[in-house]
């Protein structure tokens, strides 16, 4: 048995304090997990490891939330980063785990924020938005729901259009569809969507142009 005589804070890091038995420094712990010890209390072996897998835990689980400070992410992605860390599988699962219980962790909701996110900022198709998310590890089952009820191609289309149109204005037919098109294509919309949009959009410039030269003359 040894008998802890003191409990001091860390200068770099106040979360964590420094655990001194026997008049000597033995260990670093959480604060949340030195949280119920007292100086003199006495603490066996056993204690000592159990409080020392605890602290592994709470580092782990602190370091996951400092990942998930920045943006939302999937758990897959959080899954990722502690493995780059070194963390071991089994403490990796049971974080991962823990985050969702505390409900910090949620694929469904962090597929529908990049969706709402994509929709608003960057207008894509369902094929490109159904990428993204199993690059980050979405599972379909999750995915599909939300692209039939969250997504509108066409209007997603017309929207990235939209926020194109100064790059192709003035241009010849040939030109402003060549522009136009591949930059809707490389956002992942197809043909069907594309083709009419593009003839919509013309016959609205020329429109536009006509009344302009009317309010001229």
């Known amino acids: 048995m040894r008998t802890i005589s003191a409990i001091?804070?860390?200068?770099r890091n106040p979360q964590r304090v420094n655990i001194y038995l026997d008049g000597e420094f033995a260990?670093?712990?959480?604060?949340?997990v030195a949280a119920w010890l007292k100086v003199g209390e006495m603490l066996?072996?056993?204690k000592i490891s159990a409080l020392q897998v605890e602290d592994e835990r709470e580092v782990v689980y602190q370091k996951a939330l400092?990942?998930?400070s920045y943006r939302p992410r999937s758990a897959a992605e959080v899954r990722t980063n502690l493995n780059r860390h070194g963390v071991a599988e089994a403490l990796v699962n049971e974080t991962v785990v823990r985050l969702q219980r505390n409900g910090l962790l949620n694929d469904a909701e962090f597929a529908r924020l990049w969706i709402e996110n994509r929709n608003t900022f960057r207008p894509r198709s369902k094929a490109a938005l159904r990428m993204e998310l199993r690059q980050k590890g979405v599972s379909e089952e999750i995915i599909q729901p939300l692209l039939e009820t969250d997504v509108d191609e066409e209007q997603l289309a017309r929207q990235a259009a939209q926020k194109y149109?100064?790059?192709v204005e003035g241009l010849e037919w040939q030109?402003?569809?060549n522009k136009l098109g591949g930059f809707l294509a490389r956002r992942g919309f197809s043909y069907n969507i594309i083709a009419p949009l593009l003839s919509e959009i013309w016959q609205e410039m020329a429109?536009?142009?006509?009344?302009?030269?009317t309010d001229e003359e």
């Open 175 to 177: 030109e402003f569809r």
């Open 44 to 46: 066996n072996e056993e």
């Open 8 to 11: 001091e804070p860390q200068h």
């Open 207 to 213: 429109g536009t142009a006509e009344a302009g030269e």
């Open 66 to 68: 400092h990942f998930l």
């Open 165 to 167: 149109l100064r790059k």
């Open 27 to 32: 260990f670093g712990l959480a604060r949340i």
